[in-house]
Every structure is written in structure tokens, then in C-alpha cells.
């Protein structure tokens, strides 16, 4: 069980990205995380990890507490949380299959990884990570020679290196299109209810949300403002989530459609 005790990210702008955010997350849920731009989606997903020191506040996994981890504990844990990202974070220049391995640095010996010398049992690893998104056939092709689905594919199969028992995807599909969107949903839902990896996934659109969330947490202005199931986010509920324009522009859309 991952439980987030009253997290607080204040930047040293002065900017306060999350306010004193509670919840928890069961092993084996799909929780999406919802919002405005702005709202601290991102932040949040990057305080589980902390690639984003929060200011205050608790993050416990199976009752260790990943805040006060020194960086050989978090060493440890990072091993066990995949990260996807909006962007893909890939190396453009290098090969796919080099990507992916990169997933494994947790566990490789660091002057072997730097001189890119990875064992075979890895290799394979990778290769059947690539199986699973179905690309094994673009392991050799350079990552910016893939389209943006192709690259968000590597992305998972990097994560999968990790073996995670937890994915953190931070908008994993906001620069695709609907249907490569649903694409990449669905790698990361066979990955939870195959595998039972719990994920954490934020994302905008309402449809996505209702397809594969278990549970939905919805941040305003770094205020948690919903927790809940999906059908619960009703007429009310959007406009106490995206405001006033957004329900206007979302009743509009309803009539002309």
C-alpha cells in the first residue's frame, strides 16, 4: 500500500504546487490523477519518487517512508517504481534497444552500464520487453526514428525493465492522438491487471478516465478537491474540478452533439 500523508511542494518561486495532499493507493489500482494544468499532476507524481523533493508531509510504502530515505535506500526503491513520462525521455540519438536497457541501471553494475556492456540475460530481457509493446522489430532503429506512439512504447518496455511493482505515468498520452491514446492505455492496463502493477497515471480527458481508472483523485490549484470512483465525477463534480469556462465549453459540446 502506498500512503501519502499530508504532502506539501512549495518552489522556491513561492509557488505552492500541492497543499497538504492526503490519500492512499491498494496494490493493484489503476488511479488516475486529474486537473487543470497547473494543477500539480506532475508535481505529485514526481514527490512519490522524490525526482521532486516535496517540503513537508509523508510518502509511506509498505510502511517505509520514501521521504526520509537517504540515497541508498532510494536507490533501492527506485528499482521497484517505473516512470513514463509525457515527453518519453529518450536518448533520440541512440538505438531502441538501448533505451530500454536503461531501464535495468538500478541493478547493473555502473561502469559496465556506462561502457554499455549488459549481460545477456538483460539483453533478452529487453528484447522480450519490446515483444510485449510489439516493437521487438525497431530494437535496432535509432529512438527518433520512431513515431510518438512507437516512443511512448519504449518508454513502458523501459519501465518494464525495472520489473516495477508500481508505474508512475505522468500524462503518458497528452501529445497523442485518441487512438494511439487508447494504445497506451492499454499496454499499462494489461501490465496492472495482467502483472498486478498498481499505476498512478494522470490524465485530462474525461473519456480516458472513465475507461480505465479504478479510482480517480482530482487536484485544484495543488488542493485535493475529489476522491472517488469514476462514475461519480458528475455534472457538479467537473465543474468543482475545471471551473466555470470548462463547463460551459463542456455543455456546449453536449448540445451540439
Known amino acids: 500500500m502506498l500512503r501519502i500523508e499530508n504532502l506539501t511542494k512549495v518552489y522556491p518561486t513561492g509557488t505552492v504546487a500541492l497543499k497538504d495532499v492526503s490519500f492512499q493507493v491498494e496494490d493493484g ?9 497547473g494543477s500539480g499532476k ?14 513537508s508531509g509523508r510518502i509511506l510504502w509498505d510502511d517505509i517512508d520514501i521521504t526520509a530515505a537517504n540515497a541508498q535506500q532510494l536507490r533501492l526503491i527506485r528499482r521497484q517504481i517505473g516512470m513514463v513520462f509525457q ?8 538505438k531502441v534497444i538501448t533505451n530500454v536497457l536503461s ?3 538500478g541493478y547493473a553494475n555502473p561502469w559496465a552500464s556506462l561502457l554499455g556492456i549488459w549481460s545477456h540475460e538483460d539483453r533478452e530481457r529487453a528484447m522480450q520487453a519490446l515483444e510485449r509493446v510489439g516493437i521487438a522489430d525497431k530494437a535496432n532503429n535509432r529512438a527518433d526514428a520512431l513515431s510518438g506512439g512507437q516512443q511512448q512504447r519504449v518508454g513502458i518496455a523501459r519501465a518494464l525493465m525495472q520489473e516495477p511493482r508500481l508505474i508512475l505515468a505522468d500524462e503518458p498520452v497528452a ?17 496492472n491487471r495482467t502483472d498486478g502493477v498498481t499505476v498512478i497515471c494522470s490524465l485530462h480527458f474525461l473519456d480516458l478516465v472513465h475507461r480505465y481508472a479504478t479510482r480517480v483523485i482530482a487536484l485544484k490549484d495543488g488542493v485535493k478537491v475529489f476522491e472517488g470512483l469514476p462514475k461519480e465525477i458528475d455534472r457538479a463534480r467537473f465543474k468543482e474540478i475545471y471551473g466555470e469556462e470548462a463547463e460551459e465549453v463542456r455543455a456546449t459540446a453536449v448540445e451540439v452533439g
Open 29 to 37: 489500482e489503476f488511479l488516475v490523477v486529474i486537473g487543470l494544468s
Open 42 to 55: 506532475s508535481t505529485l507524481l514526481r514527490c512519490i519518487n522524490r525526482l521532486i523533493e516535496p517540503t
Open 87 to 94: 515527453q518519453f525521455n529518450l536518448v533520440k540519438r541512440s
Open 103 to 105: 531501464g535495468r541501471l
Open 175 to 191: 501529445s497523442l492522438d485518441p487512438v494511439l491514446a487508447h494504445s497506451i492505455l492499454q499496454y499499462l492496463e494489461a501490465l
